[in-house]
Structures are given as structure tokens and as C-alpha cells.
């Protein structure tokens, strides 16, 4: 069964850190771009990132999060990590993670969700003081 969860997710004041797990089962994290997603409460799901396969080796940001988000991939573990650095009162929501459904690589307009299938079921990041 094809399957993607996340976890990290937490309380954070402003100028802090998390990390993010995306942990695949069923099929191998690295044969598939991942992308990451947020979606704040009466807000549409928002594209923030997309990893391409290790053979591809791109990560792609939109300037929101650019310089402050991180994507790496843990091949060992099935796993794609997010690090949030320098979080902002703009960053709180339910984080996704989404399997490509183009395979290795991240399409040009990676931060559409119409690219993405196999959702995880999400992990909620709070920025409060």
C-alpha cells in the first residue's frame, strides 16, 4: 500500500526551527519527486517545495519560504525531510507531503497540488509566542 506520513510538527515561537518528516511506505521515496504543501485554516492548500529523485538532484522553493526552508532526503530511511528555519507568523498550517505524479521530477509549476497524489494525512505547525 502506497503511503506517505508526516510528522514534526509542533509549537515553534517566531525565529524558530523545525524538521519535518515525510516517511514513505510502499514504494520508494527516491523513484519520485516530493513536494510539500501547507494549508492554513480558510486558506487553499499552498505549494511551498518539490525534491526531485536524487538522479535529478533539484530543489525547488517559492519565495516565500526560499532561504529559510531546506529539503533533504534521508534515502535510507524512505524518508524526505523539510527544515523550517526562521519561522514566521505567516508559516503556521496542516504541512503535506505528496508523491510526483510525474516521477523523478518536479514539474515547472512544482507548487501546484494537481501533481501530487498520495497525501499524507498531515502535521500541524503553530508559530506563536
Known amino acids: 500500500q502506497v503511503q506517505l506520513v508526516e510528522s514534526g510538527g509542533g509549537l515553534v515561537q517566531p525565529g524558530g526551527s523545525l524538521r519535518l518528516s515525510c516517511t514513505a511506505s510502499?514504494?520508494?521515496?527516491?523513484?519520485?519527486?516530493i513536494g510539500w504543501f501547507r494549508q492554513a485554516p480558510g486558506k487553499e492548500r499552498e505549494g511551498i517545495s518539490c525534491?526531485?529523485?536524487?538522479?535529478?538532484?533539484?530543489?525547488w522553493y517559492v519565495g516565500s519560504v526560499r532561504g529559510r526552508f531546506s529539503v533533504t532526503r534521508a534515502n535510507s530511511e524512505n524518508a524526505v525531510y523539510l527544515q523550517m528555519n526562521s519561522l514566521k507568523a505567516e508559516d503556521p498550517g496542516i504541512y503535506y507531503c505528496?508523491?510526483?505524479?510525474?516521477?523523478?521530477?518536479?514539474?515547472?509549476?512544482?507548487?501546484?497540488?494537481?501533481?501530487?497524489?498520495?497525501w499524507g494525512p498531515g502535521t500541524q505547525v503553530t508559530v506563536s509566542s
Open positions: 525534491t526531485s529523485s536524487s538522479s535529478v538532484g533539484v530543489n
Open positions: 505528496g508523491r510526483s505524479v510525474s516521477g523523478r521530477a518536479c514539474e515547472r509549476d512544482f507548487s501546484s497540488p494537481n501533481h501530487y497524489d498520495n
Open positions: 510502499g514504494f520508494t521515496s527516491n523513484d519520485y519527486a
